[in-house]
């Protein structure tokens, strides 16, 4: 009987690793440098909503959280912003992607776009030390950061 169980187990620890393997969800994605940037701006950005949606949630009180927790998201979004160029590398408007090919030819405006966000999220996290309530109100000058880039070099998805 145990030698029963254990061979039970055994098959479906065998099938459930296959299973992991091979059918996931998310379309592949090239096992080439291209494919990895794209996998890291993506989960760069997926953070960085995250990260937004927190602060708006604590601003607008749908989401418990204090000060010091404010600023912290707001620090993390400055440090994301400053991370997504390099997200960016050439030739990886790859399968899936929904970047428009303007992100490389107008590279250094991408560039600065990603600054705003940046710089935008910094003061955020500055204002929220002296006034937390105050800097409550300044959360739109972040939100807004995203559809100036998105607007221009982000192909519009179909929803
Ligand atoms: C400097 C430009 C830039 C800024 C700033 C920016 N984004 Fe993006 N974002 C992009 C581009 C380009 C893509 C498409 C990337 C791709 O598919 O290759 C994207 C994709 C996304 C995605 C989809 C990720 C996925 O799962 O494929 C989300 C979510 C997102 N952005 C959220 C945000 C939010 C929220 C902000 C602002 C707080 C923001 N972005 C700011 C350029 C930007």
């Not at 749908?62 to 991370?83: C, E, R, W, Y």
Request: proline fraction near 5%; charge should be neutral.
């Amino acid at each position: 009987m145990k030698k029963l169980v254990t061979t039970l187990l055994g098959v479906s620890l065998v099938s459930l690793l296959a299973a992991c393997g091979g059918g996931t969800a998310e379309a592949p994605v090239d096992d080439t440098p291209e494919g990895a940037a794209f996998q890291y701006r993506r989960a760069v950005m997926q953070s960085i909503a995250y990260k937004v949606g927190q602060i708006r949630g604590i601003a607008d009180g749908s989401i418990p959280g204090d000060q010091a927790t404010f600023v912290k998201h707001a620090n993390d979004v400055a440090a994301l912003g400053s991370m997504i160029p390099e997200g960016f590398i050439p030739n990886s408007a790859v399968a899936g992607s929904a970047a428009l090919p303007e992100v490389w030819t107008n590279m250094p405006d991408f560039q600065a776009k990603a600054m705003e966000l940046a710089t935008a999220a910094q003061a955020l996290a500055v204002a929220a030390q002296g006034n937390f309530e105050g800097a409550k109100g300044m959360v739109q000058s972040v939100g807004g950061t995203c559809g100036n880039c998105h607007r221009p070099y982000r192909r519009r998805q179909e929803e």
